[in-house]
């Protein structure tokens, strides 16, 4: 499985294009569809489907328009879908003072869900904290596993927890789950650049006892 950027670090938020051969799977798209179907077209690939490590705006905001040009369903863990109808929940309203929201996602994910692209499978860890829906996706790379974090991890930080159903001690125990990982393994997070599992869980010690 290969993991490409979409527009590095636009919109403050990252959206990355999992491929395995010709199918191809978008995680947390908060960019334009131009853009996500110029990499499809450029890797001859199709979509398959939209996968959300969590359910906060700035990781969805294009889930419906996207849903519009590709009929591909759109997959989350259980814990965030009501930040889909929900603009009080999905951070938007926080920062915006209005409401914004999406239609409901199509399949819901569990702890230990598996996620089929192409012939090989995505890995679903649940890590709430950030969130109470937030993920991890472990995807075996082309010579080795790497890990797409979303919020729950940054290269040298950790999500925040004051917003819906946060909570720092939750957060702590997701990280002390992510321990048990290979920490040489590459980290692909919501924010900023990537990192090695080690390094990013390291720094995050700064933030949080785990």
């Known amino acids: 499985m290969k993991i490409i950027p979409v527009c590095p670090y636009s919109f403050g938020s990252n959206t990355y294009l999992l491929l ?8 947390d798209p908060s960019v ?11 890797n001859g690939a199709h979509l398959c489907g939209i996968l959300l490590t969590h359910g906060h705006f700035d990781h969805t905001v294009a889930v419906d328009t996207l849903r519009d040009a590709y009929p591909v369903p759109l997959m989350m863990h259980s814990g965030d879908a009501p930040m889909m109808t929900d603009g009080r929940i999905n951070g938007f309203y926080d920062f915006y003072g ?28 649940s890590t709430p904290g950030h969130s109470p829906g937030s993920i991890c996706l472990l995807c075996h790379g082309e010579s080795e596993d790497f890990l797409v974090s979303g919020d729950t991890l940054f290269s040298n930080s950790v999500g925040r927890w004051d917003l819906w159903h946060g909570d720092a001690a939750t957060l702590a125990q997701s990280l002390a789950k992510l321990k048990a990982l290979d920490g040489n393994m590459k980290i692909y997070a919501g924010h900023g650049e990537d990192s090695t599992l080690a390094s990013a869980l390291e720094s995050a010690k700064y933030y949080l006892d785990f």
Do not use: F, M, W, Y
């Not at 395995?20 to 995680?27: N, Q």
């Not at 239609?103 to 598996?114: F, K, Q, Y």
């Open 20 to 27: 395995s051969g010709s199918a191809a799977i978008v995680v």
């Open 32 to 42: 334009s569809v131009r853009a996500i179907e110029t990499l499809l077209e450029q």
């Open 98 to 125: 209005k409401e914004c929201t999406h239609r409901p996602a199509e399949c819901l994910l569990e702890d230990g869900d598996t996620v089929s692209l192409g012939n090989e499978e995505i890995k679903v860890i």
